[in-house]
């Protein structure tokens, strides 16, 4: 059973970055597809950015695209979501999640999306 942590989360203004990392124990991540999500207070989770953790092919939600880059360290089981140019309505809990296809992940389709780790709060300010 994969078990998943999340990092690197904090205060930061606008225009600023954060890297978020993502650790993984329990099992390698080489059969799985790994992705970004993140919550907003009042609104619903979504997704951010993917990657197939074999091929390293990426994907990412159009409101974070060209700002956040999401890639992976094998070697150590870890994931990471490079953060720049943030904006004050990036604030949210991110939090990484697991899932045998890219697929769920890109659609934020939660049947499939069982692990889950406890998430990092990134609050961006104006």
């Known amino acids: 059973q994969v078990h998943l942590v999340e990092s690197g989360g904090g205060l930061v203004q606008a225009g600023g970055s954060l890297r978020l990392s993502c650790k993984a124990s329990g099992d390698t991540l080489e059969s799985y597809a790994v992705g970004w999500f993140r919550q907003a207070p009042g609104q619903e989770r979504e997704f951010v950015a993917g990657i197939v953790w074999s091929a390293g092919n990426t994907y990412y939600a159009d409101s974070v695209k060209g700002r956040f880059t999401i890639s992976r360290d094998s070697a150590n089981n870890r994931m990471y979501l490079q953060m720049n140019s943030l904006k004050p309505e990036d604030t949210a809990v991110y939090y990484c999640?697991?899932?045998?296809?890219?697929?769920?992940?890109?659609?934020?389709?939660?049947?499939?999306?069982?692990?889950w780790g406890q998430g990092t709060l990134v609050t961006v300010s104006s």
């Open positions: 999640a697991t899932s045998t296809d890219i697929i769920p992940i890109v659609s934020a389709d939660y049947r499939y999306l069982h692990i």
